[in-house]
C-alpha cells in the first residue's frame, strides 16, 4: 500500500472521529413541553416574548439578571432566566431561540438568539406596519385603517 | 391614474439594461464556446470577436445598471422599492454605497460588476486562453443577469429587479390611490441598518465580493485546462489568479472580522457564525489548491487534487451564497438574511448543480489523459508534507462546512438537531490541533527540496528559528497569559504549543526570507505570507486565550446553584451597572460614567466612561482614559430601543473593549409619579424625602424689559440650591418659557438625588415650582469591558499575508509574461 492511501485512511478516520464527538455534544431543537421532559438536558427552545407577562429586569438591582416568560407554538408557557444583559430588541422580537435547559420550573438559559421583524420581508402587512417615513398618518394611510 | 413626480424612465432604462445583460452574456456563452470547440478552424478568430463584443456590452450593461441604482439611491426617489428599503434622506453620503450591499439585488450586481471586471481583464491578458476561460465566466454572468431580472415565467418568478416601483411590489396599498403618494407619503426611506453604517462596511463587502468572484478565474482555468487538453499550461495564468484571489479573499474576510470586532456586540472578531465559516471555507480551499498547483508544476504529482481545491473553492463559495442568502440558515445566524431569499432557493441550488457538474463532466470525460506520476513521494521531498498541509486544509474546511450546514441538512431531512452547548469550542478543539500542524509544517516545509531533501540539509538551517521560538514560546507562556482553563488541561497544553509553533512559523519563515532568499524582495512573496499566518495565529491565540473580563460582577447579588453545565467554573457575570458620575471599582481599574452626548442627527449617543487604572500598592494613578461606546435609538414598534456599538481604546499591546448593553433613556421614562407644584418666591423652601430645595433667584424676562430674548416671549428661569440631607448641595436652573403664545418648560434634573425639577404658571398667572422624586431619574447605563491583548499582532499579521500573497501573484505575473516574451521573440 502507498504512503498516501495509509495518509487517507488515517485523515478519513480522523475526520469521522472529529465528526462522531461533535455528534455526541449534538442538541435539539424544543417545544417547552418537549424541554420539560428532558429536564436539565441542554436544549435549543424555540417560543416566542409572552407579551401579557411583565418583562422584568432591572439594571440597578442586578444587571445580570432578566426574567420573562416564553410562549411555544404549541401555547406551552414557561419562565425564563437569563443571566446577562436584556437583550436590545426582546420586546421588538417575534421570535426567540433559546439555548439551556429546563430547572425544574424555570428554563435556565445561557444564549438568546432573537428573530426580529426583517426588513426585507415580503409581507406588505408587515413592511408596511414597519414604515417610519412620515409619522402615523402614513402608517394609518398604508393599512387602510 | 396619473402619478406625480415620479420619475419612471431610469428604472425602464435600468430594466433594459439587465434584460440586454443577460442576452449579451447568453451571445457570449455561445460565441465563446463556439470558438473553443471549433479548435483550429479559420472560423475561430470570429466566433472569439463575437463573445469579445458580447462580453463587452454585457460589461457596459452592468456598469450602467449599477451608476442608474446609484443614481436612484443618491437621488432619494423613492418611489422605487430599493431605495426606500434601504436608504433615506438623513443617511450620510459615504454610506448610500453600503445601502447597495444591505439588500440581495445590490449585492449580485455587485458581484457581477466583478466578474466583468475581471472578464475585461482576462479578454487582455489570457491570449489563447481567452475563448474557453471566458465562456465560464460568462456563464458565470448569465446566472447572476438572471438574479437581477426579476421576469415571470409563467407562475414563477426569476430573479428580483432592483428597479421595482413600491407601488408595484405593493399594489394592495391604500397610499396608492392617491396620485400625490410621493409628496404625501413616502416622503423619506425606511434607512439603512445602523450595523452597516460604519466605514468598514463600505469597504468590506467591495473587497470581499472581489474575493469571492476572483475565484472564479482559477475555477475557469481549470475547465479550460480539461477542455483544451492542455493539462499543464493552465496553471501558467491560474497560479497568479489563485493567488490574487486568496490574498483578497482574505483581506476582505478579515476585514469582516474587523467590522465585526468594531460594530458587533459578540465581544469579538470570530464567533464561528455560519456566514463567517461560509467565506472562510473557500479560502481554505483555494489556499490548499495553490499548494497542490505549486506541486504539481515542480513534481508532476497531485494535478487531480489540484483541480479538486480549486473547482471546489468556486463551488463553495456559491453554497455559501446559498446558505447565507435564501435563509436556509435560519436560526443559527446573528446576520438576519432571513425571508429575503426565497425565490432564490431552486434558482442558486440550479447554478450551483450547474458549475459542480461542468468540471466533473470534463474530469470524467477527460480522467485518462490527465497526467499521473506513478512514483510514489518521499517522505523527505517538500512537495510530500505541502500535500499533508493542503490536505488538512481541505479536511478542516470539509469539518467546518458540515457542521455549518447543519440547519440546511435539517431542511432537507425534516430533523431538528443543533450544535451544543458550546459551538466555539466544537471548532476550536479540532482548528487549534490543525493550526499546530500547519504551523509547523509552515515553517519546516520551506527548507525541504522538491523530490527529495539532502541528509543534513535541513538541520543547520532550521535550529536558529528553532532555539528562538523555544525562547519566545517560553517566555510568553510563562508570562501567564495564555492561561485559560476552562477546558481543561489538554486545551491549556495545546493552546501552549501551538503558539510556540505558531511563533516557529514566524522566526522559519523570517529566516528563510534573509538567508535563504537574502532579503529579494520579489521572490519573497510566500515567506511574507506564511510569516504573516504565523503572526496571525499568534494574534489569535493570545487575544482570545488571554480575553480578560474587566467588568465581572462583584457587586450584584450571588446567584446561588449557577454553575457551569460541566461544572467547571462558574458562570461570569459579565454584566456592570454604573451609575452616573459614582466610581465603580472594574477589575483593575476604576471606571465611571461621565457623561454622553449626542450627534447633531441626533440618533446616536456617545458614552464618556472614563477609565483609572489604580496601582493597588501605591493608591497612584498609572493611566486613564476615556472610552466613548455609542448607541443608536432604534424607534420600533414597541417604544425606543437600543443598539449597541462598542468603543475601544487601543494600546500597541492591548484593546480595552467596552459596549452599552442597557441604557434607560431618560426621554423614555415613563413615570407614574407627578410634579408636586408650589407658589413660588426667592427665598422659598420645598422638601423632599433626601433633604431641601431652597429658590435663590426667580428672573423673568420678556421682550419689552429684554431685547437679547430673540426666541421667546417671556421667560422665568428659578435658580435653585437642593441641599441633600448628607451635607451635598447641587444647583439647578429650571426655566417656563412662553414662545409664540405657548408655554413651553425646560426641566432639570439633579441625578445624584433622582430629583426632577420644573418651574410652571398656574391658572391664575402665577409662576410656580415643581419637584418631582423618582427611581427611573437615576442616569445609569449597563456595560460590558473586555481587554484583548496584542490584538494588532492579528492586524498586523493579516496585512503581512496579504502583501505576500499579492507579491507572489505580481511576481508569478511577471515570470509568465518574460516567458512567453522570451518565446516569441526567439
Known amino acids: 500500500m502507498k504512503k498516501m492511501h495509509i495518509i487517507l485512511l488515517v485523515v478519513i478516520a480522523a475526520v469521522i472521529a472529529g465528526l462522531l464527538t461533535w455528534m455526541k455534544d449534538l442538541s435539539t431543537y424544543d417545544t417547552v413541553a418537549s424541554a420539560r421532559r428532558k429536564d436539565g438536558r441542554f436544549v435549543h427552545l424555540i417560543a416566542r416574548l409572552d407579551r401579557s407577562a411583565p418583562v422584568v429586569y432591572d439594571p440597578i438591582k442586578d444587571p445580570n439578571f432578566l426574567s420573562f416568560h416564553a410562549l411555544d407554538s404549541l401555547g406551552q408557557r414557561t419562565q425564563v432566566v437569563y443571566r446577562n444583559a436584556k437583550p436590545v430588541d426582546l420586546e421588538r422580537s417575534e421570535r426567540v431561540v433559546m439555548k439551556g435547559r429546563m430547572q425544574g420550573e424555570i428554563f435556565e438559559c445561557s444564549e438568546i438568539v432573537l428573530k426580529c421583524p426583517s426588513k426585507y420581508t415580503e409581507d406588505p402587512g408587515v413592511q408596511m406596519r414597519r414604515y417610519e417615513g412620515a409619522g402615523s398618518d402614513t402608517a394609518a394611510a398604508l393599512l387602510g385603517s | 391614474m396619473q402619478y406625480e413626480g415620479e420619475h419612471l424612465w431610469i428604472g425602464h432604462l435600468g430594466h433594459f439594461c439587465t434584460i440586454l445583460s443577460l442576452v449579451a452574456s447568453l451571445v457570449a456563452v455561445y460565441a465563446y464556446a463556439r470558438s473553443t470547440a471549433l479548435g483550429d478552424q479559420p472560423s475561430v478568430a470570429a466566433w472569439r470577436r463575437l463573445g469579445r463584443v458580447a462580453f463587452l456590452i454585457d460589461a457596459v450593461c452592468v456598469l450602467a445598471v449599477f451608476v442608474i441604482l446609484y443614481a436612484i439611491i443618491y437621488n432619494h426617489w423613492f418611489e422605487y422599492r430599493y431605495a426606500h428599503q434601504h436608504s433615506k434622506r438623513s443617511l450620510d453620503v459615504q454610506y448610500l454605497l453600503s445601502c447597495f450591499w444591505e439588500g440581495q439585488e445590490g449585492s449580485f450586481m455587485l458581484w457581477s460588476f466583478w466578474n466583468a471586471v475581471l472578464g475585461l481583464i482576462v479578454i487582455r491578458t489570457a491570449r489563447q486562453w481567452e475563448a474557453p476561460v471566458m465562456a465560464v465566466m460568462s456563464v458565470a454572468q448569465v446566472f447572476l443577469a438572471s438574479f437581477l431580472i426579476g421576469i415571470y415565467f409563467f407562475d414563477l418568478r426569476v430573479g428580483s429587479s432592483p428597479f421595482v416601483l413600491m407601488r408595484e411590489e405593493f399594489p394592495q396599498a391604500p397610499i396608492f390611490r392617491d396620485p400625490q403618494y410621493l409628496y404625501k407619503y413616502l416622503v423619506d426611506g425606511n434607512g439603512l ?175 485518462r489523459e490527465v497526467p499521473v506520476v506513478r512514483e510514489e513521494e518521499q517522505m523527505s521531498s517538500r512537495e510530500f508534507w505541502m500535500f499533508i498541509g493542503s490536505l488538512l486544509n481541505f479536511v478542516s474546511a470539509v469539518y467546518i462546512i458540515i457542521l455549518t450546514s447543519l440547519p440546511f441538512f435539517n431542511r432537507l431531512f425534516g430533523s431538528r438537531w443543533a450544535i451544543g452547548e458550546d459551538v466555539s469550542f466544537v471548532y476550536n478543539r479540532v482548528m487549534l490541533l490543525v493550526a499546530f500542524v500547519i504551523a509547523v509544517l509552515t515553517a519546516t516545509t520551506q527548507f525541504l527540496r522538491y523530490r527529495q531533501t539532502p541528509r543534513g540539509h535541513v538541520r543547520p538551517r532550521l535550529w536558529v528559528a528553532v532555539l528562538a521560538a523555544l525562547a519566545g514560546g517560553l517566555l510568553v507562556s510563562l508570562s501567564g497569559i495564555l492561561d485559560y482553563n476552562v477546558y481543561g488541561a489538554g486545551f491549556q ?289 449597563t456595560l460590558k469591558a473586555y481587554i484583548f491583548p496584542y490584538i494588532n499582532l492579528l492586524w498586523l499579521g493579516t496585512v503581512l499575508m496579504v502583501v505576500g500573497f499579492l507579491v507572489s501573484a505580481w511576481h508569478r505575473v511577471r515570470g509568465h509574461v518574460r516567458a512567453v516574451k522570451g518565446v516569441s521573440g526567439r
Open chain 2, 493 to 781: 497544553a495545546g493552546i501552549h504549543i501551538t503558539l510556540w509553533a505558531s511563533l516557529y512559523t514566524v522566526f522559519g519563515n523570517a529566516q528563510y526570507l534573509f538567508a535563504v532568499l537574502k532579503g529579494k524582495m520579489k521572490a519573497a512573496g510566500a515567506s511574507l505570507a506564511h510569516a504573516g499566518f504565523g503572526l496571525m495565529l499568534v494574534g489569535i491565540l493570545i487575544s482570545s486565550a488571554g480575553k480578560e473580563l474587566v467588568s465581572r460582577n462583584r457587586t450584584g447579588i450571588a446567584v446561588p446553584g449557577l454553575k457551569d453545565a460541566r461544572g467547571k467554573d462558574e458562570n461570569p457575570l459579565e454584566n456592570v451597572t454604573l451609575i452616573h458620575r459614582a466610581p465603580m471599582p472594574m477589575g483593575r481599574y476604576e471606571a465611571t460614567y461621565t457623561g454622553d452626548s449626542t450627534d447633531p442627527k441626533g440618533d446616536r449617543v456617545y458614552f464618556n466612561i472614563q477609565f483609572r487604572e489604580i496601582d493597588s500598592l501605591t493608591g497612584v494613578t498609572v493611566d486613564s482614559f476615556v472610552v466613548t461606546p455609542n448607541a443608536f435609538l432604534v424607534k420600533g414598534e414597541e417604544g425606543t430601543q437600543l443598539s449597541s456599538n462598542p468603543g475601544s481604546k487601543h494600546y500597541p499591546g492591548k484593546d480595552v473593549f467596552v459596549y452599552i448593553t442597557s441604557w434607560l433613556n431618560p426621554d423614555n421614562i415613563q413615570d407614574t409619579s407627578s410634579f408636586r407644584m408650589q407658589p413660588a418666591l426667592e427665598g422659598d423652601t420645598a422638601f423632599y424625602s433626601g433633604g431641601y430645595v431652597t429658590l435663590d433667584r426667580l428672573i423673568a424676562a420678556n421682550r419689552h424689559n429684554n431685547k437679547d430674548l430673540p426666541v421667546v416671549d417671556s421667560a422665568w428661569l428659578a435658580q435653585l440650591t437642593v441641599h441633600a440631607s448628607d451635607g451635598r448641595t447641587f444647583s439647578a436652573e429650571p426655566a417656563f418659557l412662553v414662545k409664540d403664545g405657548l408655554p413651553a418648560v425646560k426641566t432639570d434634573t439633579v441625578w445624584q438625588q433622582n430629583l426632577l425639577l420644573t418651574l410652571g404658571r398656574s391658572a391664575n398667572g402665577q409662576i410656580e415650582m415643581g419637584l418631582r422624586e423618582t427611581a427611573a431619574a437615576t442616569r445609569y447605563i
Open chain 2, 193 to 367: 441598518n445602523i450595523l452597516l453604517q460604519n466605514y468598514w462596511m463600505v469597504i468590506h463587502p467591495p473587497v470581499l465580493f472581489l474575493g469571492f468572484s476572483s475565484t472564479i478565474v482559477p475555477y475557469a482555468y481549470a475547465i479550460a485546462g480539461l477542455w483544451r487538453r492542455e493539462h499543464r499550461s493552465w496553471t501558467d495564468q491560474a497560479l497568479p489568479w489563485s493567488l490574487f484571489s486568496a490574498g483578497i479573499l482574505g483581506l476582505g474576510i478579515m476585514m469582516g472580522a474587523a467590522w465585526a470586532y468594531e460594530s458587533l456586540t459578540f465581544g469579538g472578531y470570530w464567533a464561528w457564525d455560519p456566514v463567517e465559516n461560509a467565506s472562510m471555507v473557500p479560502w481554505l480551499l483555494l489556499v490548499a489548491g495553490i499548494h497542490t498547483m505549486l506541486i504539481f508544476r515542480s513534481t508532476g504529482h497531485s494535478l487531480p487534487a489540484t483541480h479538486l481545491f480549486i473547482a471546489g473553492a468556486h463551488i463553495l463559495v456559491l453554497y455559501s451564497t446559498f446558505l447565507t442568502r435564501t435563509g436556509v440558515l435560519g436560526d443559527t445566524s446573528v446576520h438576519a438574511f432571513t425571508g429575503e431569499g426565497s425565490t432564490l432557493y431552486g434558482h442558486l441550488l440550479l447554478m450551483i448543480a450547474v458549475f459542480t457538474a461542468w468540471p466533473l463532466a470534463w474530469y470524467l470525460r477527460r480522467r
